[in-house]
């Protein structure tokens, strides 16, 4: 199944480093937002937004408002262009707050609005870059130094050898997958990794990519932020598991995976007689907690659970960028 990869890779080398998507630059209105709201009828109100770009001048807004016990998720569209947008829509709050208008403006990366259901609210939100806890963690002393921006060629296969190495010292897709020479097991597996911006783009076309612990199990890399936990959605392990919570973060901000990985066990005979198990943290947040994987996912290097294997990481013509890999093996 090895081959299988790395034919896929030769074909992808043939078409063109040209034939992965276009990405876009950073246009000042997506991403995470975070405040206050103000009103007699809103007091001890929360409210926080994700923005998301559904083309270059076409957006949605996610608003969270809660009240400490429960949040109502609801959306409103807008439109703007070169920084600024414009919002405008009914909602429903249920519980807290009924049918209600929801309008506001996003400018200087500060998102102004209104709410008006039993009594106006006004919100004044900033845009923020939420720090993941482990982002930038250094390799234990005891585990393996995957990248750290200079030893690709050291520890990585693919055709041909490398990635594309970029200034910033991560390493981006470009036309085909890779792996790790080394064969890993058990342990925990630190990975950073960053969607491109991609507003034209749809679903699985939106900054795709996948880590393949032992190259079987994929947990899935998208840009699939402000909509939601599925198992083909950023976090999602593919075709197996969705995850238990959401914490996506925008296409252009540093997200990281840090996986504890169990690996199937067999008898002397070569019988399994255990499944795989595995813990994911996203960006800090517990989003698999000790699931268990009956089998691979599909597009791995084999559909055979096995105990050790490579690292992979999945290309699908995106460019999405990687950084500060390492593997701590399981004591």
Known sequence: MVQRVLTAALLAVVLGVACIARAEDDDRVMGVYEGSIAGKAW????????VVAESKTEFRAVLFVGDGKAEVKVKVDGKGRKGQASFAGDV????????????GEIAN???NGVIKAK????????????????????CPADGINLFDGKNIGANWSRIPKEWCVQEDGSMQVCSSSLLTNQELGSGLYHVEFMTPFMPNERDQG???????????Y???VLDSFGNGPKDNWCGGIYKKAVPIADAVLPPLQWQTYDITFTAAAFDASGAKTQNARITVLHNG???HDNAELDSPTPGG????DAAAGPLLLQDHNNPVKYRNIWFQPAK
């Open 43 to 50: 007091e001890g109100r929360t409210i926080r937004a994700q």
């Open 92 to 103: 429903e709050l249920g519980d807290l707050g009924g049918k209600a208008e929801v309008s």
């Open 109 to 111: 990366e500060t998102f």
């Open 119 to 138: 009594g106006e609210g006004k919100f004044t939100l900033k845009r923020a870059f939420p720090e993941p806890p482990t982002r930038g963690k250094a």
């Open 206 to 216: 939106r900054g795709n990519s996948g880590v393949y612990m032992l190259g079987r």
């Open 218 to 220: 994929e947990i899935q």
């Open 285 to 287: 947040v517990t989003v």
């Open 301 to 304: 290097v084999s559909e055979t």
